[in-house]
């Protein structure tokens, strides 16, 4: 677990981390998967596809009425899961 204030990158084994407050102004969605974090060089080990997917469903989510964005929250969360097993799966060299 990493440091009072700070998230740790998702990918195991990963030393990086970024301050909390930091980590939620750069998803503004609201506290989702502001709990998690990808660092800039794991980053780099998801598809251009789904990190395009990613970057376009968030800025659905932000352009939303407010009443709408709850039900939005499973799907960019399902495609930030997708990040996720990406990042972790090539860096293991999977
Ligand atoms: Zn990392």
Redesign the pocket.
Known sequence: MAKAGRVA???PF?R?TIAHAKLQAAHGLDGIEANEW??G??WRNVSTLVRRLYSIRKRHYRELLSAERPAYVRHVNHIWSVCRKQ?IER?AGI
Do not use: G, P
Request: one cysteine or more; a positive charge; glycine letters at 0%.
């Open positions: 990158c998702c990918v990963c990086r990808i660092c060089n794991h990042a860096a």
